[in-house]
């Protein structure tokens, strides 16, 4: 299928790895010109380098700026003012309990799952209404729909962004741009390392049962693929998915016990 969004320019934010770079070679293999961040400037260029080496003719660049600041923000939108697709991402915030989330930890966590996303949001999405074309993909988690006990900073801070995400969808479809969410469950990426090494260190166990135990949760008995992450993520920025906004797509292997 062509998704008719050969030739846009994407800014996928924290993409140096993981699923922020599944999901701008997904757009750069349909031929959309990518933008990859990371704090670290080398990093995101050496990145964007393995990118345009793995799709031959992709136009890949790349900006060093940290999400989480101010300054950061404002140096990508100076380097990069008029985007037609802006997927939202970073870093969630470490597991814990009710004991370790005072103040400092519940502000960090929304400066870095909750602020970055709004702020791009606020100043790309003029720009896409004048345009008359924009999509919007924030990459949230399973845990906004199915909180886990030591997951709440990342469940508050990115179910604060879904409930602001859904207002700010229904101001801006009319302009033929939409905002949706894409909610990940154990997609093989290395914050599945990291909660692997951390399941090793409290059971005892070595890093294959730690990856079995964690595809058992899943219903599909497997950890999802990158890529099949990244390419849900270009179908939503696809010509074909201006009717789809507002919504939060799991990919989460089945695993999801709700209705809705």
Do not use: H
Not at 11 to 25: E, K
Not at 74 to 81: D, F, L, M, N
Not at 219 to 244: M, N, V
């Amino acid at each position: 299928m062509n998704l008719g969004i050969s030739g846009r320019v994407a800014f996928v934010a924290a993409s140096a790895q993981g699923l922020g770079y599944a999901c701008a070679r997904s757009l750069a293999r349909e031929g959309v010109a990518v933008i990859l961040n990371g704090r670290d400037a080398e990093r995101a260029a050496a990145s964007a380098s393995r990118l345009r080496s793995d799709i031959p003719g992709a136009q890949v660049d790349s900006v060093g700026a940290d999400l989480t600041t101010t300054d950061g923000r404002s140096t990508i939108v100076g380097a990069y003012p008029n985007v037609d697709i802006l997927v939202t991402n970073n870093a969630g915030p470490p597991p814990g309990e009710l004991a370790d989330w005072d103040e400092t930890a519940l502000i960090a966590a929304l400066r870095a799952n909750a602020v970055p996303a709004v702020d791009l949001m606020r100043a790309y999405i003029p720009g896409m209404r004048a345009r008359r074309f924009g999509r919007i993909v924030n990459i949230t988690s399973a845990m906004v729909k199915s909180p886990a006990a030591d997951m709440g900073l990342s469940t508050s801070a990115r179910a604060a962004l879904t409930a602001i995400s859904k207002s700010v969808s229904k101001e801006v479809a009319k302009d033929n741009v939409t905002v949706n969410n894409l909610l990940p469950e154990r997609i093989d990426t290395p914050r599945q390392e990291f909660m692997a090494q951390r399941r090793m260190e409290r059971e005892g166990i070595d890093r294959d049962e730690a990856y079995r135990q964690i595809a058992s949760t899943i219903a599909a008995q497997r950890l999802g693929t990158p890529d099949e992450f990244g390419d849900a993520c270009a179908f939503l920025c696809s010509a074909q998915a201006g009717y789809i906004s507002g919504q939060n797509l799991q990919l989460d292997g089945g695993s999801y016990e709700g209705l809705i």
